[in-house]
């Protein structure tokens, strides 16, 4: 069972920047972001492979940068040029494929943008 816990959410005007962390308990092969505003469904914000490919929604692209670290454990989401439209609840998700394939979620973290 991969535990993962995310850190860096919290309040910043629009136009701010911020940083979310995700560490995972163990190598995992993907690592991404979901998102849940306010009254919405969740979604994709942005993945990434062990091999390093990544995939952003469009409404991120060009603002927001996902990365991890070498070790294949910890996911970053730098966050740039924040719009009030990014308020919502953020997830980790992981998922491995050895032994099994299976997809872990973490507990979710506020971001708040004011305008």
């Known amino acids: 069972q991969v535990q993962l816990v995310e850190s860096g959410g919290g309040l910043v005007q629009a136009g701010g920047s911020l940083r979310l962390s995700c560490a995972a308990s163990?190598?995992?092969?993907?690592m991404g972001w979901y998102r849940r505003p306010p009254g919405k469904l969740r979604e994709l914000v942005a993945t990434?492979?062990?091999?390093?490919?990544?995939n952003y929604a469009d409404s991120v692209k060009g603002r927001f940068i996902i990365s991890r670290d070498a070790a294949k454990t910890t996911a970053y989401l730098q966050m740039d040029t924040l719009e009030p439209e990014d308020t919502a609840v953020y997830y980790c998700?992981?998922?491995?494929?050895?032994?099994?394939?299976?997809?872990?979620w973490g507990q979710g973290t506020q971001v708040t943008v004011s305008s």
């Open positions: 990434i492979t062990s091999g390093g490919s990544t």
């Open positions: 163990e190598r995992v092969f993907s």
């Open positions: 998700r992981a998922q491995t494929v050895v032994p099994i394939l299976a997809t872990y």
